[in-house]
């Protein structure tokens, strides 16, 4: 093979890189295992994923899954927006979500940002739509 035939390293191999900017060393990788068992190594958006993680920005479900291909709900949307920063301090009650929700604080901190036709009910089970993910 060529260097061009390589497509990077597989999950057993490990790996030690960097990059020098002057004096110092930075970027240091000591090796591609992914932070999510179902975002693999040559998933379009995994090393997004995986940064934004990193950050606390966003974070996987229970069971060490990301399900980057699936569909968001709007749950999930205000939990993301929460995470990286997006908060009210209006509190706009809804009669839909429990204080027992997963997501409750963070669709209370973000119900102002998120659209809704109701202002009684956030319907945090309903697939997140465009207009709720542009408007926010």
Known sequence: GSISDYNGPT??????????TGNKVEN????????????????WARYAIEELSKLGCITGYPDGSFRPDAYV??????A????????????????DV??????????QQTRVFIPSNSEL????????????????
């Open 11 to 20: 999950d057993e191999e490990y790996v030690f890189s960097f990059t020098v």
């Open 28 to 43: 240091i990788l000591v090796n591609d295992i992914p932070i999510f068992y179902d975002v693999p190594v040559g998933h």
């Open 73 to 78: 709900n709007r749950a999930e949307l205000a």
């Open 80 to 95: 993301v927006i929460s995470q990286t920063g997006g908060r009210s301090n209006i509190v706009k009650p809804t009669l």
């Open 98 to 107: 429990d204080v027992n929700h997963w997501a409750y604080k963070a669709i």
């Open 121 to 136: 009910y956030f319907k945090p089970d309903d697939l997140a739509t465009r207009e709720d993910v542009i408007t926010t």
